[in-house]
């Protein structure tokens, strides 16, 4: 891998730095309440109607047909600057690259520009009351009604689930299946005929989640992606994406790493010597993480693929953001609880926990790691 940033990807960061430092709004209200949920779809809108929403994607699209590389480097800009969190990242992030390479014509045209333009807001249906790590195990159905599914079931852990106006997820589509086989992937316009959203509240009292419930649902066959019965591949394709490059990339944690170091330098002469190693072992695996990323983009750039190694990247950022957020708070004390310019410390602290849980939990990850990449035997 080269490391060294060409002449166009140097005048990509350049455009985009100047952007984001002339356009990127004050600290909104979180997006888990109703004024913040728009204030940061007001956001969306303004960052689709420059084109930055969604850079790596098409021009036909609302994209700027940036290559992955320039968008990892505007991830970094993005968050150098404290830009807010991504509103529609379950859109964007994860069924957006799916619908690019699985989508019909007509599913493209439809969906993609009100995902980028945050016209349409999207939740993940994947995990169930018994079927969370297990997702293989779920029960959600779909039963064919000549031209129409109708979907019956319960989903929870649905992101964004309160305020969502869609949601894709699995559905077992043949009766006589089991496990991964039998699945559709289904879109799911939450404002169907029998959809019940019941918010469900995270630690700090916000309705972060919600529990979708489908009874009788009816939506178009037309709205399957992929081949019918042939969801868990795609599924999975979502999966590689969320786990690997698209929903963690480097710049979210480089800009925390920075903002560490920068507190570590306040107050060098306030704290423990032994918290200076902690700081800077923080900022070199931050370091490491954001080349491994650049390096795995590289190797799909030239026809790789992203497999079962996406597993290793969930488990690292997710337990590097933990030990990152427990050294800011051993380091700050009582200040971590204060906003201390655009970074929220203790908030920061408490989502991270959530990571190792999170896109699969990192044992079953472990797991995934030991056979499909070490090649191990099954315990």
Not at 86 to 95: P, Y
Not at 175 to 194: A, D, Q, T
Not at 250 to 257: I, Q, V
Request: aromatic letters at 12%.
């Amino acid at each position: 891998m080269d490391l060294n940033f060409t002449p166009e990807e140097e005048a990509f960061r350049v455009k985009a730095r100047a952007w984001l430092e002339g356009n990127a709004p004050a600290p909104m209200e979180s997006m888990d309440t109703p004024d913040g949920f728009e204030q940061h779809r007001d956001w969306e809108e303004h960052l689709y109607e420059h084109g930055w929403a969604a850079v790596s994607w098409p021009r036909e699209f609302g994209g700027r047909d940036a290559t992955l590389i320039e968008w990892l480097i505007f991830e970094e800009e993005y968050y150098r600057v404290g830009a807010p969190r991504r509103l529609n990242q379950n859109g964007l992030f994860l069924l957006g690259p799916v619908l690019l390479e699985y989508g019909t014509k007509e599913q493209k045209e439809r969906y993609l520009p009100k995902i980028v333009s945050a016209e349409e807001i999207w939740c993940q249906g994947w995990s169930e009351p018994n079927a969370g790590s297990d997702l293989a195990s779920l029960t959600s159905k779909a039963t064919r009604d000549g031209d129409e599914w109708v979907l019956t079931g319960q989903k929870t852990w649905c992101s964004r689930g309160v305020y969502a106006d869609w949601m894709f997820g699995l559905f077992r589509s043949d009766p006589s299946s089991e496990r991964h086989k039998g699945l559709s992937y289904i879109l799911v316009p939450l404002e169907s005929p029998g959809v019940t959203v019941r918010p469900i509240a995270q630690i700090d009292g916000e309705p972060g989640f919600a529990e979708v419930f489908l009874d009788n649902v009816r939506v178009p066959v037309a709205n399957t992606l992929g081949p019918e019965g042939e969801g868990w591949q795609i599924a999975m394709s979502t999966a590689g994406f969320e786990r690997g490059v698209a929903l963690r990339s480097p710049g979210r944690f480089m800009a925390s790493a920075d903002r560490l170091v920068s507190s570590y330098m306040a107050r060098e002469h306030l704290v423990s010597p032994s918290l200076r190693n902690d700081v800077i072992n923080s900022w070199m695996e931050v370091e490491a993480y954001r080349l491994y990323t650049f390096w795995s983009v590289s190797r799909k750039l030239a026809g790789g693929t992203i497999g079962a190694e996406a597993s290793l990247n969930k488990v690292w950022w997710s337990e590097m953001d933990v030990r990152l957020h427990d050294t800011a708070l051993r380091l700050l004390g009582e200040d971590a609880t204060l906003p201390l310019g655009d970074e929220h410390w203790l908030d920061g602290f408490l989502f991270s926990l959530a990571g190792p849980i999170y896109a699969g939990t990192n044992e079953i990850q472990r797991n995934i790691i030991a056979e499909r990449v070490l090649g191990l035997p099954r315990s």
